[in-house]
C-alpha cells in the first residue's frame, strides 16, 4: 500500500463506550484473515487520561481487531520527544494515573496538582477542609495533560505556579515573563460522548486558564507547544507511527498519502510558539494528507465553512484554539462520507487498492 489511515476516535468509531455499527465492519476490510492490518493504520486521539495500551485494548474490544499500542497515538504521545523537560520536575494537570503516564512519556520528576496542594495547604481555599502539608519545591514547567475533575483547584494552583516562576507560596511577580513553559495537550473546545450535546472539553479549560492569566497580568499566556489534533505536531508524529509500521512490515513502498478519517488534517499554528521538536522527527515523507469527514461525530452537515475569513464571527463561530489561525482552506475537508464504514470504502476506491 502507498497510502496509510489516521483515524480519530471519538464520534468516528465510538461514542463514550459505544462502537458506532460502521466501525467493525469498516475494521474487517482493513484485516487479512489472521488479523493482521493490511494497510498502516494509527489512531488519533485528544483523549489523555490512560496509557496508550490501555487504549489499544479497548479498541480491540470494540472492534474486534487486535490493535497494538503502538498504533495509538494519544493527545499527549509527542511528549516523548521533549527530552529537555524529562529530567526536571514538571507539574502535571489532568485526569486519570497521571504519574504513571507521564513517567511513560520519559517524565522522571512528574508531580500532581493534588501533590502540590498538599505541599502549600493555604493556596487551596475553596474547600477549607483539605488542609494537610509536606515539604517544597521549585517547577521547572506545566504539562497539562487533560481537563481535571477540580477546575478550581487546578486553575488555581497553574497560576500559582506561573506568577512565582515555579515557587507557588511565593509572591506573585508580574514582571517575571515570559512564564516558566507551558505545554498543553488536546485544545478540544468539545468532544462527543453519549449525550445529545456536546460536552466540555480540555480546550474550555485552557480558555479559563488563558483568560484567568491575561485578567491577573495583562499578558498572553504563552505555550511552549500544542499538541493533539489539529496541531502540525500531532501529524508529523502519527506520520513516524506510520513509517514504523510501513518497516516493521517490510512495506517497500513508501506511504505518499495519509487520510485523516473524522476530520480536518492541520491547522495552521502561530509562529511564536516553540518549533525546536522538528528536529526530533525525521522530515515528513508523505506528498500529502486528505481529510475525510464523517457525519457521525460533532461534525453538523448543514453548517458551512464561512468563505471570507473577515466575517467568521458573523457566518459561522470558529471552535478553534487561540493560537490557530482560521483558514477555510484547511477546515474545509477533502471528502465528506456518512460513517467510516464509508470512508474505508472510498479510500480504497480513490487508491484503486482491492483488498
Given at each position: 500500500?502507498?497510502?496509510?489511515?489516521?483515524?480519530?476516535?471519538?464520534?468516528?468509531?465510538?461514542?463514550?463506550?459505544?462502537?458506532?455499527?460502521?466501525?467493525?465492519?469498516?475494521?474487517?476490510?482493513?484485516?487479512?484473515?489472521?488479523g493482521q492490518f493490511l494497510v498502516p493504520v494509527?489512531?488519533?486521539?485528544?483523549?489523555?487520561?490512560?496509557?496508550?495500551?490501555?487504549?489499544?485494548?479497548?479498541?480491540?474490544?470494540?472492534?474486534?481487531?487486535?490493535?497494538?499500542?503502538?498504533?495509538?497515538?494519544?493527545?499527549?504521545?509527542?511528549?516523548?520527544?521533549?527530552?529537555?523537560?524529562?529530567?526536571?520536575?514538571?507539574?502535571?494537570?489532568?485526569?486519570?494515573?497521571?504519574?504513571?503516564?507521564?513517567?511513560?512519556?520519559?517524565?522522571?520528576?512528574?508531580?500532581?496538582?493534588?501533590?502540590?496542594?498538599?505541599?502549600?495547604?493555604?493556596?487551596?481555599?475553596?474547600?477549607?477542609?483539605?488542609?494537610?502539608?509536606?515539604?517544597?519545591?521549585?517547577?521547572?514547567?506545566?504539562?497539562?495533560?487533560?481537563?481535571?475533575?477540580?477546575?478550581?483547584?487546578?486553575?488555581?494552583?497553574?497560576?500559582?505556579?506561573?506568577?512565582?516562576?515555579?515557587?507557588?507560596?511565593?509572591?506573585?511577580?508580574?514582571?517575571?515573563?515570559?512564564?516558566?513553559?507551558?505545554?498543553?495537550?488536546?485544545?478540544?473546545?468539545?468532544?462527543?460522548?453519549?449525550?445529545?450535546?456536546?460536552?466540555?472539553?480540555?480546550?474550555?479549560?485552557?480558555?479559563?486558564?488563558?483568560?484567568?492569566?491575561?485578567?491577573?497580568?495583562?499578558?498572553?499566556?504563552?505555550?511552549?507547544?500544542?499538541?493533539?489534533?489539529?496541531?502540525?505536531?500531532?501529524?508529523?508524529?502519527?506520520?513516524?507511527?506510520?513509517?514504523?509500521?510501513?518497516?516493521?512490515?517490510?512495506?517497500?513502498?513508501?506511504?505518499?498519502?495519509?487520510?485523516?478519517?473524522?476530520?480536518?488534517?492541520?491547522?495552521?499554528?502561530?509562529?511564536?510558539?516553540?518549533?525546536?521538536?522538528?528536529?526530533?522527527?525525521?522530515?515528513?515523507?508523505?506528498?500529502?494528507?486528505?481529510?475525510?469527514?464523517?457525519?457521525?461525530?460533532?461534525?453538523?452537515?448543514?453548517?458551512?465553512?464561512?468563505?471570507?475569513?473577515?466575517?467568521?464571527?458573523?457566518?459561522?463561530?470558529?471552535?478553534?484554539?487561540?493560537?490557530?489561525?482560521?483558514?477555510?482552506?484547511?477546515?474545509?475537508?477533502?471528502?465528506?462520507?456518512?460513517?467510516?464504514?464509508?470512508?474505508?470504502?472510498?479510500?480504497?476506491?480513490?487508491?484503486?487498492?482491492?483488498?
Amino acid at each position: 500500500p502507498s497510502f496509510g489511515f489516521l483515524f480519530d476516535i471519538d464520534g468516528v468509531l465510538v461514542r463514550g463506550k459505544t462502537p458506532i455499527p460502521a466501525a467493525k465492519t469498516a475494521f474487517q476490510k482493513l484485516v487479512n484473515s489472521q488479523g493482521q492490518f493490511l494497510v498502516p493504520v494509527v489512531f488519533v486521539t485528544n483523549a489523555g487520561n490512560c496509557l496508550r495500551q490501555k487504549k489499544a485494548d479497548q479498541l480491540s474490544h470494540l472492534l474486534g481487531v487486535p490493535i497494538s499500542q503502538d498504533q495509538v497515538m494519544m493527545s499527549h504521545s509527542p511528549l516523548r520527544m521533549f527530552k529537555r523537560y524529562h529530567e526536571k520536575c514538571v507539574l502535571v494537570s489532568g485526569q486519570g494515573p497521571l504519574l504513571d503516564i507521564a513517567q511513560d512519556l520519559g517524565f522522571c520528576q512528574p508531580i500532581t496538582i493534588e501533590t502540590l496542594r498538599e505541599k502549600h495547604p493555604l493556596l487551596d481555599v475553596v474547600d477549607h477542609d483539605r488542609r494537610p502539608n509536606v515539604p517544597v519545591r521549585e517547577y521547572f514547567s506545566v504539562v497539562l495533560f487533560g481537563e481535571p475533575i477540580r477546575w478550581e483547584t487546578n486553575l488555581q494552583l497553574i497560576i500559582d505556579v506561573l506568577l512565582t516562576s515555579g515557587y507557588p507560596g511565593n509572591p506573585y511577580h508580574h514582571e517575571n515573563y515570559p512564564h516558566i513553559p507551558v505545554l498543553a495537550c488536546n485544545m478540544d473546545l468539545m468532544w462527543v460522548a453519549e449525550a445529545q450535546s456536546p460536552r466540555f472539553g480540555h480546550g474550555t479549560f485552557m480558555v479559563c486558564l488563558e483568560n484567568i492569566y491575561k485578567k491577573i497580568t495583562g499578558r498572553d499566556l504563552k505555550y511552549e507547544a500544542l499538541m493533539g489534533k489539529p496541531s502540525k505536531l500531532t501529524y508529523q508524529y502519527a506520520e513516524y507511527l506510520i513509517r514504523a509500521q510501513v518497516a516493521e512490515r517490510q512495506w517497500k513502498q513508501p506511504v505518499q498519502t495519509l487520510y485523516a478519517v473524522g476530520g480536518s488534517a492541520t491547522l495552521s499554528q502561530d509562529d511564536e510558539i516553540d518549533n525546536s521538536w522538528e528536529t526530533e522527527l525525521a522530515s515528513a515523507a508523505a506528498a500529502r494528507c486528505r481529510s475525510v469527514l464523517v457525519c457521525t461525530g460533532v461534525y453538523n452537515p448543514h453548517t458551512e465553512v464561512p468563505l471570507d475569513t473577515r466575517e467568521s464571527l458573523t457566518e459561522t463561530v470558529f471552535h478553534g484554539h487561540r493560537d490557530f489561525r482560521f483558514d477555510p482552506a484547511l477546515v474545509e475537508p477533502d471528502h465528506i462520507v456518512p460513517d467510516v464504514d464509508a470512508a474505508v470504502d472510498l479510500v480504497f476506491q480513490l487508491e484503486n487498492f482491492a483488498p
